[in-house]
T-cell receptor, first 113, second 117 residues
Framework: QEKVQQSPESLIVPEGAMVSLNCSFS?????SIWWYQQHPGKGPKALI?????GNKKEGRLTVYLNRASLHVSLHIKDSQPSDSAVYLC?????????????FGAGTRLKVIA | DAGVTQTPRHEVAEKGQTIILKCEPV?????LFWYRQTKIQGLELLSY????????DGGAFKDRFKAEMLNSSFSTLKIQPTEPKDSAVYLC???????????????FGSGTRLTVL
């Protein structure tokens, strides 16, 4: 059973700061890793995903995946108050027949203007 | 395009009642998921449908939880009978399943907040 651990649990940063969120998973064969953003009263919204070792950049977001260390991180550049939300790491198992995502508990981010 | 629609947004039930939550997935999506979200357990998978066929029934949630997908554009989650420990946010998500080996984006609704007294 895949296990996903996120750190830190919560984070408060000033506007404009670089934010780094961490996610560890237990199965090196896990297929894809996703980051979701969830604002209060809303469902999670997909931000960015990564499959291969290395990094991927989209706008202010950069994600780094290291399968050997079972670790993925999300970096948010120039953080804004609107980035305040819970960030969920989701891992899908290496099984193309069943997209059974496993979610971490989340990191609560607050960006102060 | 319309996203995933869930109704009602809030539901209050007495212990022992039967409640039915509703979900309309994104048009054309082939996969549909029901999740339960609590602060302690986070997101837990309840049911998973692929092209209207039930692929995952959520194991520990089988007894009192039943999800159905009567057609490709509508799903329900029935909880019978409700217990106070069922108080949580119930989220429905759909996915296009375009093909290929990579897992795909989940599109979530805003959820139904259930309170069982």
């Amino acid at each position: 059973q895949e296990k996903v651990q996120q750190s830190p649990e919560s984070l408060i940063v000033p506007e404009g700061a670089m934010v780094s969120l961490n996610c560890s998973f237990s199965d090196s064969a896990s297929q894809s890793i996703w980051w979701y953003q969830q604002h209060p009263g809303k469902g999670p919204k997909a931000l960015i995903s990564i499959f291969s070792n290395g990094n991927k950049k989209e706008g202010r977001l950069t994600v780094y995946l290291n399968r050997a260390s079972l670790h993925v991180s999300l970096h948010i550049k120039d953080s804004q108050p609107s980035d305040s939300a819970v960030y969920l790491c989701a891992v899908s198992p290496f099984n193309t027949g069943n997209y059974k995502y496993v979610f971490g508990a989340g990191t609560r981010l607050k960006v102060i203007a | 395009d319309a996203g995933v629609t869930q109704t009602p947004r809030h539901e209050v039930a007495e212990k022992g009642q039967t409640i039915i939550l509703k979900c309309e997935p994104v048009s054309g999506h082939n996969d549909l998921f029901w999740y339960r979200q609590t602060k302690i357990q986070g997101l837990e998978l309840l049911s998973y449908f692929r092209s209207k066929s039930l692929m995952e029934d959520g194991g520990a949630f089988k007894d009192r939880f039943k999800a159905e997908m009567l057609n490709s554009s509508f799903s329900t989650l029935k909880i019978q009978p409700t217990e106070p420990k069922d108080s949580a946010v119930y989220l429905c998500a759909s996915s296009p399943r375009l093909g290929g080996p990579s897992a795909e984006t989940l599109y979530f609704g805003s959820g139904t907040r259930l309170t069982v007294l």
